[in-house]
């Protein structure tokens, strides 16, 4: 798309601006922590999908993302490039040959003392909810040492599964992975008694070197969200994929090819969902 060189250069300046302010949310870093995933997606596999998360505590909350996610994040505002035209004119684009990286775990989740907020894109839309924090966790007279930290157990159930944590009460943080928050320390390791499910702990840094470090997490992925229910937000993702299968059979060479390719991938989804074993199974 092409403009006008004066206007897009007062865009440009405009948009600097706004990512930079995306950027720095004026939350100073308190605690830094990255935890990795293993879960089974799929009950016909024991195969378990890996992958990183970080977990960044400020003065009052924590925020939750992948750091898959993070980086595209990253990627995307560093790799913008502007071409100036003979005409006068400016092409904004993408330099060639850069790759972002993506994760179907895009979401990010913000726990705070008095709910835990769930935010996720949905097509163009950036959508949440809320819910209480976790109360009810049952603290249980056992300890562990895990990776020099020593550990107290705790368990829920939540979301119909059954969880067995391990938390820090030496880091004096009322965090952890996911939406599970609320114990008198940081969650070292959580994981469901079926083992379909874990979230360990697996780096963090030192408070010497968190200082004058703020959330590098952009505040387009928490600002701005059009608030509604988790089954709302859940049946929102659905219709998204359904009209990405629609504009991808649209590509068929003709009507009736692209109608069979559209029964065949809805087909396809329809069977994975048979088998699909996710995180919250309620």
């Known amino acids: 798309m092409y403009y006008p ?22 939350d100073p870093l308190r605690g830094d922590f990255t935890y990795q995933l293993k879960a089974k997606f799929d009950q016909r596999t024991d195969n378990r999908h890996e992958e990183l998360f970080s977990l960044q505590i400020a003065d009052n ?25 003979s005409n006068g004119s400016i092409t904004l684009s993408y330099k060639e040959g850069v790759v972002i990286p993506k994760t179907d775990l895009s979401f990010t989740i913000i726990q705070s003392n008095e709910n835990i907020q769930y935010f996720r894109s949905v097509g163009m839309a950036l959508l949440t909810y809320k819910q209480p924090v976790i109360k009810n966790w049952n603290l249980i007279d056992e300890t562990k040492v895990i990776n020099t930290f020593h550990c107290k157990k705790a368990e829920i159930t939540f979301k119909g599964r059954h969880w067995i944590a391990w938390y820090a009460p ?7 992975p996911y939406k599970f928050s609320g114990l008198p320390g940081l969650i070292i390791e959580i994981k469901d008694d079926q083992g379909d499910y874990s979230f360990e702990l697996v780096k963090s840094v030192s408070d010497s070197k968190l200082k004058g470090k703020f959330i590098n997490i952009k505040k387009n992925r928490y600002t701005e969200a059009i608030e509604t229910t988790q089954p709302k937000l ?15 059979a649209s590509y068929g060479t003709t009507i009736l090819k692209g109608q069979e390719m559209l029964r065949q991938r809805e087909k396809e989804r329809e069977e994975n969902l048979k088998y699909e074993n996710p995180l919250e199974l309620e």
Not at 11 to 21: D, M, N, Q
Not at 234 to 248: E, G, S
């Open 61 to 85: 909350r924590a925020f939750f993302a992948s750091t898959i996610s993070l980086k595209g994040d990253s990627v995307m505002e560093n790799s913008r490039t502007t071409t100036n035209h």
């Open 170 to 176: 030496e880091i004096p943080l009322p965090y952890g």
């Open 234 to 248: 859940k049946q929102a993702l659905r219709n998204a994929d359904a009209n990405a299968a629609a504009v991808f």
């Open 5 to 26: 060189k004066k206007i897009l250069q007062l865009l440009l300046f405009f948009f600097g601006i706004l990512f930079y302010a995306q950027s720095h949310s004026g």
